[in-house]
């Protein structure tokens, strides 16, 4: 009976930091990170995140609109309808160019947004895929090319700069976003077993506390016949 009572003590302790270092782990790996971002060309921030593996970096322009009318999309914005030609997507709306260039460790690259891909409430969300020199505005390559930058792991410090913004977009303020390695739906990295904790994060940690509990009600029960014992001797 001790010998099970300290292995159950033990491996809850185990479990239990496990768990946190996972945990920890988890919130690296899906750490979102945004700032403000006036569109205007030669404007510059910089964003700072900390990222648990390599990967490359998206990036995603986030505007504030009514809700949409899907029957008339914004031309400034673009629409997400398009056709595949071949490896490569052609819009029909494209939305006014915007081409940001990106620095990272003594590196660079260019990136433009794609049509608005996703709405939320008052929202709307343009991609960003690298960019390729004399492209058409209508085109964009499908799969997307292989990403000129690759982020390493550990405090990253990015330089952003507005290299073209269209004319009905000049002068907006919008939310640039650095999008997470891991997400729900997707990661770009090996992140093993995290992507499960999207769905169990909350039960494991409940059956850790029940057992954590149950642990507590057994050490009391035995504390209890060691002191009844000492008092009967």
Do not use: C
């Amino acid at each position: 009976m001790r010998i099970a009572f300290w292995f159950n003590w033990l491996l809850l302790i185990s479990l239990s930091i496990g768990l946190a270092l996972s945990l920890a782990d988890f919130r690296t790996a899906t750490h979102y990170v945004s700032a403000p971002l006036l569109l205007q060309p030669g404007t510059q921030l910089t964003l700072e995140t900390e990222r648990l593996l390599p990967g490359r970096p998206q990036l995603s322009l986030t505007f504030r609109r009514p809700p949409p009318d899907y029957d008339q999309p914004d031309p400034v914005l673009g629409n997400w309808q398009n056709s595949q030609y071949d490896g490569f997507l052609r819009f029909r709306t494209p939305g006014e160019p915007i081409r940001l260039k990106v620095e990272h460790d003594g590196r660079h690259a260019l990136y433009r947004a794609m049509p608005v891909s996703s709405h939320g409430a008052g929202e709307v969300t343009r991609e960003f895929t690298p960019d390729e020199p004399g492209a058409s505005p209508t085109d964009f390559r499908w799969p997307p090319p292989a990403p000129p930058l690759t982020l390493g792991a550990g405090t990253l410090r990015l330089k952003i700069t507005v290299v073209e913004a269209g004319p009905g977009l000049r002068g907006e303020t919008a939310t640039l976003g650095l999008v997470p390695g891991l997400q729900m739906k997707m990661a770009d990295a090996d992140y093993g077993w995290l992507p499960l904790l999207f769905f169990v994060k909350q039960g494991l940690q409940l059956l850790l506390a029940l057992y954590a509990v149950l642990m507590l009600a057994w050490s009391w029960h035995r504390g209890r016949a060691w002191w009844r014992a000492r008092a009967e001797s």
